[in-house]
């Protein structure tokens, strides 16, 4: 077989071919990759509503809401009984405000308000500090760390270095403050959504 001639022109070819074969090569995983990936974010995401809500039956229709001065929706998940009545919701909310950045939270509220529970789902805090958020404010028996049980409307869940009654993270009070901010972020928007009330069955074209 003939070699090319070194040449401007040739090498040009050369270059092309190769990029074509790499940019087809990536299309491809890309292809083969994304529904399974997209099949994992959503198993992830529904194992955490299920963690985070009181019993329900089935979920609702599925709300989003931009708070004001926030760069991202929030999405919220209704829990619905076999009656139809809303008996709780599973916010997805988040901060920037991390000492690494973006965190992801999904937090379970019943129809009262209360927090039932909650899970971490994004986060690049440090291991073994803030990376504790993930079990830290779930302990019912340190009532001064949990938010387990509170609601937003009767306690100041902020940490208590700033006055709040939640005692943050030890050494790692930015990554507390990020939570936190996330949780009363997502607690603030649902009582938007059921027009300045806590109660699920108060939602605007809900359930009455």
Not at 44 to 57: E, T
Not at 112 to 125: A, F, N, P, R
Not at 157 to 177: C, E, F, M, Y
């Amino acid at each position: 077989m003939a070699k090319l001639e070194s040449s401007f022109k040739n090498m040009l070819i050369s270059l092309f071919g190769v990029t074509f074969i790499a940019s087809a090569s990536l299309g491809l995983v890309n292809d083969i990759t994304k529904t399974p990936i997209a099949e994992a974010e959503k198993a992830k995401k529904n194992n955490a509503i299920a963690a985070v809500l009181p019993g329900f039956d089935h979920l609702g229709e599925t709300e989003k809401i931009l708070p004001e001065n926030c760069k991202d929706s929030l999405e919220i998940y209704p829990g619905v009984d076999k009656e139809g009545q809303v008996v709780g919701n599973a916010i997805k909310s988040y901060s920037y405000k991390g000492f690494s950045g973006y965190i992801e939270v999904m937090v379970g509220f019943d129809h009262e308000g209360t927090i039932s529970g909650y899970k971490v789902l994004k986060h690049s805090e440090t291991p073994g500090l803030g990376s504790k958020m993930g079990t830290w404010f779930s302990d019912i028996q340190k009532q001064n760390q949990t938010i387990i049980g509170k609601n937003p409307s009767k306690q100041n869940l902020t940490v208590s270095k700033d006055g709040g009654d939640i005692d943050g993270i030890t050494a790692a009070t930015i990554t507390s403050r990020a939570f936190l901010e996330s949780v009363n972020l997502a607690y603030n928007s649902l009582n938007k959504i059921y027009d300045g009330t806590t109660s699920a069955t108060s939602q605007k074209g809900g359930q009455k």
